[in-house]
């Protein structure tokens, strides 16, 4: 008989928090800011999720130096 196992993920209001501020707010402002000076939807598109991106992991390198320094 298999054993079945039971996964609770928690969310915290942080990480919904964060995930506004990055994905929706930074990415919006990028996709405006990529309209506007370049006059096209795909490439504003691109230029927002690789800005959001970027933010993403470098957001995550400072972490990681932050708990190096430790």
Do not use: C, P, W
Not at 18 to 32: A, D, H, K, P, Q
């Amino acid at each position: 008989m298999r054993v079945q196992t039971f996964k609770v993920y928690v969310i915290t209001s942080a990480d919904i928090r964060r995930f506004i501020i990055i994905e929706i707010v930074i990415g919006t402002l990028t996709y405006n800011v990529g309209l506007k000076l370049l006059h096209n939807a795909i490439l504003a598109g691109t230029l927002s999720f690789a800005g959001t991106e970027s933010i993403k992991r470098s957001l995550q390198l400072i972490r990681r130096k932050g708990e190096n320094k430790k």
